[in-house]
């Protein structure tokens, strides 16, 4: 069979770079790779070895459960509808059209308990995970503000296969299920540097950076402004060479308005590890 590159190839302009207007990428992810988290990716058999990361040919024809959890505040307002949710849901579809995912919100829960609004993941997380996650569905909560450590907000953060079946929102950075359901399914940011730095001719790219070799060297200038959708200021990497990176890659930080999504690569990344990882959801 061929790979899902002969899926993708059914409309260039759209599948290899989806362009959903309404995405914008949070002021930052709280999603980070730990040692722990290297250290099994480099344990992989088809780590460095772009040929065994694609995917087998097929459209999955799968659809997804989210049970989604928002969290009231003091005054029992939750911030946020359903309505909002399934039109960040309907952003998400089709992002993910490509590779035949789409993803459907079974259950909106809301919890009255307004300790939880202000979310801190040392503090929160297991309890709310132990008390409320249904299995075998993408369990998203949403909070006022969502914190890693206290005192540095973020947009929101996911976990990478292997991990929890969960995802942290802000209630106002809702456009960002995109960039978290990524990382739900094993793309690292463009910027990544825990494998080491990828180089802008690209001849580590399969050991380095995202691991992805159809996105270019990123030195992850983060929101610079990008005026033109270009590299501003530009830099060079280790070997004096320019970096030109994929402004608008969904798993970049840069400028929302040049939008362009995932590349070819990082859907058949997320293909692979829905197979090997992800499959039991329902």
Not at 73 to 80: P, T, V
Not at 133 to 144: E, K
Not at 257 to 273: I, K, S, V, W
Request: aromatic letters at 14%; one cysteine or more; charged letters at 15%.
């Amino acid at each position: 069979m061929r790979l899902l590159s002969s899926f993708i190839m059914f409309s260039t302009t759209f599948a290899l770079f989806v362009n959903v207007q309404v995405i914008a990428q949070p002021a930052k992810c709280g999603t980070i790779v730990t040692p722990e988290q290297v250290a099994k990716e480099k344990a992989k058999p088809s780590f460095g070895n772009q040929k065994s990361m694609f995917a087998p040919t097929k459209c999955f024809g799968k659809t997804l459960s989210i049970t989604a959890h928002v969290f009231a505040d003091s005054l029992g307002n939750y911030g946020i509808t359903t309505v909002d949710i399934t039109n960040s849901v309907t952003a998400l579809n089709q992002a993910f059209a490509p590779i035949c995912i789409s993803f459907q919100v079974c259950n909106v829960n809301y919890i009255p308990n307004y300790k939880y609004n202000d979310f801190l993941q040392s503090a929160d997380e297991e309890e709310v995970i132990s008390l409320y996650s249904v299995p075998n569905t993408i369990n998203i909560f949403y909070a006022r503000k969502v914190e890693r450590t206290p005192g540095n907000p973020v947009g929101g953060y996911a976990y990478f296969p292997g991990g929890p079946d969960f995802i942290a929102l802000s209630k106002s950075s809702l456009s960002s299920i995109i960039h978290e359901m990524g990382h739900f399914f094993g793309l690292y940011h463009t910027f990544e540097t825990q494998f080491g730095s990828e180089l802008a001719n690209g001849t580590n790219c399969a050991t380095t950076g995202d691991l992805v070799c159809d996105t270019p060297a990123d030195p992850g200038l983060g929101n610079t402004p990008a005026p033109d959708c270009n590299l501003s200021p530009y830099i060079k990497d280790a070997n004096n060479e320019w970096y030109v990176p994929m402004i608008g890659n969904t798993m970049s930080y840069y400028s929302s308005d040049c939008e362009c999504g995932f590349t070819p690569d990082q859907y058949n990344r997320m293909a692979l590890n829905y197979l090997n990882s992800r499959f039991y959801l329902w």
